[in-house]
């Protein structure tokens, strides 16, 4: 399929690379600088939507840029255009709803890292598509890097091709400790209320069954939640059938609250570190 539909002009960004025949991103602008206005926008995308969802999947990312989207209420309409499925957050970065579908991605301190990650990826339900947009650009870094993350599974199959095999045979397991909003020792203030957007606990163990979660209550008020067996690796339609590195061990690995084991093999550390 071509790059490129009389709706869109393809251009370039910094940071942009061709890996394994892909453009990533793949940066679309107006076809002509009358048609960067917000309606122009919804009309190209309402007109190639097949064309531009294989563009997605052909390229991993696509970049819209030049376009007059002004704030979350013109977000909102383009992730409307599409009618993709609104699959709510689950998990510890700290959000605030915006606008209908739209919330703040993450409120998080910047002294805190972010690592590198697939988006509710412990969830059985997980969201195939993340959208991003920046209302008010950040005064200096901000950026939002993304990897190939078939790449890392071949690097891994390289260097600890046994560890790997070990780790797809058995599966992973994951075990958090969330605490309770009111436990002064939470971070920021957020817990397990704020993780499943409900301070009853039936509602929140009906929401975690349904994402395929067990839960044990502890007596400090918080939750022992456990999600297993999960992949370490996944294959997706039209991605070549490459392996995508489709896990969180990076995250939880030197968690105080956390691990990940596969079988009897058990990742642990003394050292802290956050995943937010």
């Not at 078939?150 to 075990?175: C, D, S």
């Not at 395929?212 to 007596?219: A, T």
């Amino acid at each position: 399929m071509e790059l490129s539909c009389k709706a869109f002009r393809v251009g370039k960004c910094e940071g942009q690379k061709v890996v394994d025949g892909e453009t990533m991103p793949l940066v679309l602008q107006p076809s002509e600088d009358n048609r960067s206005d917000l309606e122009s926008l919804l009309l190209a995308l309402n007109n190639n939507k097949d064309w531009f969802e294989q563009m997605i999947i052909k390229n991993s990312a696509v970049l819209l840029r030049g376009f007059n989207v002004n704030n979350a209420e013109d977000f909102n309409e383009i992730i409307e255009k599409f009618g993709w499925e609104d699959i709510r957050y689950v998990g510890p970065a700290p959000r605030t709803h915006v606008h209908k579908r739209v919330w703040t991605a993450n409120e998080g301190p910047l002294s805190e890292f972010i690592y590198y990650h697939h988006e509710m990826v412990l969830m059985k339900e997980y969201p195939k598509k993340v959208v991003l947009f920046c209302e008010i650009p950040c005064p200096e870094g901000g950026q939002t890097p993304f990897v190939p993350s078939f790449r890392v599974t071949e690097r891994m199959l390289q260097e600890f091709p046994e560890a790997v095999k070990e780790m797809e045979e058995k599966g992973l397991e994951y075990t958090l400790t969330v605490l309770s909003k009111n436990d002064t020792t939470s971070m920021r203030g957020r817990g397990w209320e704020d993780a499943f957007l409900t301070s009853d606990r039936i509602e929140a163990e009906n929401r975690a069954k349904a994402i395929g979660m067990d839960m044990e209550w502890l007596p400090n008020g918080g939750v022992k939640t456990i999600l297993a067996p999960r992949f370490l690796t996944k294959v997706f339609d039209g991605r070549k059938g490459r392996r995508m590195w489709f896990n969180t061990i990076v995250g939880m690995h030197g968690k105080v609250h956390s691990s990940a084991i596969d079988g009897g093999w058990h990742r642990d550390s003394t050292e802290h570190s956050e995943e937010v």
